[in-house]
């Protein structure tokens, strides 16, 4: 973990209440995917846990909804402000059980973690399928970006309006290795019952300090109690207690 | 002796800024990101008799200048504590530790008190009779005289190192409460503990946290906190320690001028890692603002006159 001041060069709204910043700053330790970054916004006590997105040289760019008072403040910044960040938080996903055709899969604000790990996965030459959950066809973002980084993408939206109708669990191929997964907990708990390989999980928790020192947001594991800020965000199927 | 060097019950610290239990685990998280034997001293979390897993979440809700929690006091247990956490701890931390202590029964407190006098590398015990976030415990100890009173002096049979209780903001008249203990042999108090609170979800109508209540830190209760400190410096001849909201030199200071010999800092560790390192950078310019040559000779200092 480390405390540095990042400036806003981007900040723009993606796709219904999601919003992607970019942020340059000292993004020293923090090219695991799936890890995240907790911010300070003025008038707020708390920072705000935020999952990266991608890291590239001295850019870090996030993707948010607006869900409350912290994101809705941070949506409302503009370029050349600068925030205080907390950067390399969390464990991250642990890509060497990807085996040779992981498969992603994420919904709606769980999407942004996965791309990072997507581009890792493919300068590995891993063969990435990808499955996007969203409500709507309006709230697809980042299927063209996926795309480009050579995975195979299917998108599925509960209406209908786009790619599959339903759920990213209606969209499971078969012969995937290994998978990731992010998303809202209604979905996770769907796609651990859908899943037949081992996989890892990114979970969301409301966070006192976001390092490991208040027990603010800790879980029952199979492994015992593990505090999501610093022992997660990412767990494993296996340790995951959710009676069926 | 520092400039900021300061007695506590007994026992010469090299400074009064003490990270205040729950918001400091066992400091291993805080050694990663500084010398953490720049502090006084620090209280770790708080720990039962048995192991405790504590609350649901969510645990924490945002609130104007603070925060509530309601961890539910989640430890392994003293006897891990011992066996685990304390010769991990005393790696990153060479001086003696507060050990914050809390229970459910009058037995508990003592169990738990009695296995941690054992320990060398304990210092104090800090006695929890406040926390707000737990049920037939904590905070029930703390809102009587005669209980807070019964809980000193059951823990100060079994044990020969200083004992600090930890006093409830949640009642009518605190410094009847440190009086109490004082007189029960109490050989300092600590205040305040979080103030009890609520938040609500206004699109769910339902409460924030799992627990329903938490207590409530951070800089919205040092006023409140500062007039406790106050009043208690002047109930009893033991020392205070003063602690709620505290997250700048100039807080420190003003809690020392109220009468605190030394100063727990809680939440702002949370919201920023490294404020007890900057408070303490911050302190000996101050000082010389104010015309403080030794930190000590301020305690209670604006009770004169």
Known sequence: MKESVFRIKENRKIAPL???????????????????????????????????????????????????????????????????LLTGLGNGYDLTKAGDAPLLLGGGVGVPPLYLLARKLRQEGKKVRVVLGF?????????????????????????????????VTDAIPEDYSYFYTCGP?????????????????SFEERMGCGFGACMGCTCRTVTGYKRICKDGPVLEKEEILWED | MGRLSTDLCGIEIDSPIIPASGTFGYGYEYAELYDINILGTFSFKGTTKEPRFGNPTPRIAETPSGMLNAVGLQNPGVDRVISEELPRLSKVFGKPVMANVSGFSVDEYV????????????????????????HGGGMSFGTSADSAAEVTREVKKVTSKPVIMKLSPNVTDIAAIARACEEAGADGVS?????????????????????RTGGLSGPAVFPVALRMVWDVYKAVSIPV?????????????????????????????????????????????LMDSLGIENIKDIIGGAHNG
Do not use: H
């Open chain 2, 191 to 211: 205040l305040i503990n979080t103030l009890m609170g609520m938040r609500l979800d206004i699109r769910r109508r339902k409460p924030i946290l799992a627990n």
């Open chain 1, 135 to 167: 409500n709507r066809a309006d709230e697809i973002f980042f299927e063209r970006e996926f795309t480009e980084l050579g995975c195979e993408v299917t998108v599925t939206t509960v209406d209908g309006s786009a790619g599959i109708q339903g759920f």
């Open chain 2, 241 to 285: 320690v003063g602690m709620g909201g505290v997250s700048s030199a100039e807080d420190v200071i003003e809690m020392m001028l109220a009468g605190a010999a030394a100063v727990e800092i809680g939440s702002a560790n949370l919201t920023d890692p490294y404020i007890c390192r900057k408070i303490t950078e911050d302190l000996p310019e």
């Open chain 1, 185 to 201: 907990e209604p979905m996770l708990r769907a796609v651990k019952k859908a899943t037949g390989t081992s996989g890892q999980f």
């Open chain 1, 18 to 84: 999601t919003f992607l910043m970019v942020l340059e700053g000292d993004c020293a330790g923090m090219d695991r995917p799936g890890q995240f970054v907790n911010i300070r916004i003025e008038g707020l006590f708390l920072r705000r846990p935020i999952s990266v997105c991608d890291v590239r040289g001295d850019e870090l760019t996030l993707i948010y909804k607006t869900v409350g008072k912290g994101t809705e403040a941070m949506s409302r910044m503009s370029r050349g402000q600068e925030l205080s």
């Open chain 2, 111 to 134: 169990e738990t008190c009695a296995k941690l006098d054992s320990q060398e590398q304990v210092g104090w015990l800090e006695v929890n009779i406040s926390c707000p976030n737990v």
